[in-house]
């Protein structure tokens, strides 16, 4: 059973910076692709990043793209969102998901991101 826990989170002024981790645990992530998402209040999930399974691919939603980067390292099986010059609509859960089998399979509970304007 794959388990994902999301870290990192927490409460950053607009500009500043914070940089998500998720640790997943059993035997696939080293050959799943990962992705994070996030879901603001009121609003639906959405996604944010992805990264192929050696880190040779990565996918960068437009409202992010230069300010974000998704990368991993598969040694201890973990996803990392580095997230910079962050801004109040920013604002939300954040949370990894692993695709095993061509969809997301695994879901992990999330870390909550607020930024302050």
């Known amino acids: 059973q794959v388990q994902l826990v999301e870290s990192g989170g927490g409460l950053v002024q607009a500009g500043g910076s914070l940089r998500l981790s998720c640790v997943a645990s059993?035997?696939?992530?080293?050959?799943?692709?990962m992705a994070w998402f996030r879901q603001a209040p009121g609003k639906e999930r959405e996604f944010v990043a992805a990264?192929?399974?050696?880190?040779?691919?990565?996918y960068v939603e437009d409202s992010v793209k230069g300010r974000f980067t998704i990368s991993r390292d598969n040694a201890i099986n973990t996803v990392y969102l580095q997230m910079n010059s962050l801004r109040p609509e920013d604002t939300a859960i954040y949370s990894c998901?692993?695709?095993?089998?061509?969809?997301?399979?695994?879901w992990g509970l999330g870390t909550q991101v607020t930024v302050s304007s």
């Open positions: 998901a692993e695709d095993v089998s061509g969809d997301y399979d695994y």
């Open positions: 990264i192929n399974w050696n880190g040779g691919t990565t």
């Open positions: 059993g035997l696939t992530f080293s050959t799943a692709a």
